[in-house]
């Protein structure tokens, strides 16, 4: 996985997009904000989920935050977790990371041996590594 620290990973994530070509070569596809929800906070909403948004563009869909449910949200939103071409974390509260390792690891399972870039505030690497230091027993050798 592809890790870079920012503290203001919005801007980042624009830039990355414009500089990497991703914008401009599916400029003539759909490209809107899915919001994935965003009941905010820690407590528990028992009909919302945290927070966590897509930018869909094209076929690519970037993350912005990973609250507890986003793969069932990109379900129902119709996207799937091999579209994923980045995420992004907004900064480092549970309710805006909590999926993150759930994230990466169902991006290698269904098939993506590329790594997904990620990209965050300081400490974006350490709680990766972290998760997937954590979840080493389920990666086959």
Avoid at 37 to 51: C, E, L, M, S, V
Wanted: net charge negative.
């Amino acid at each position: 996985m592809k890790l870079r620290s920012s503290s203001n990973a919005r801007l980042l994530c624009v830039l990355l997009l414009f500089a990497s070509g991703a914008w401009a070569a599916t400029a003539a596809e759909a490209t809107y904000w899915q919001t994935l929800d965003t009941a905010g906070g820690p407590p528990q909403h028992a009909a919302r989920y945290p927070i966590a948004n897509a930018l869909v563009v094209g076929d690519a869909v970037y993350l912005f935050d990973v609250g507890n449910g986003v793969l069932r949200q990109l379900d129902a939103a119709g996207l799937r977790v091999d579209q994923l071409h980045g995420v992004f974390l907004t900064h480092h509260h549970l309710d805006h990371n909590a999926d993150l390792g759930v994230v990466l690891l169902s991006h290698w399972t269904f098939g993506n041996a590329v790594p997904i870039p990620l990209i965050g505030p300081p400490g974006t690497a350490v709680l990766a590594n972290g998760l997937m230091t954590a979840n080493a027993p389920t990666i086959p050798a």
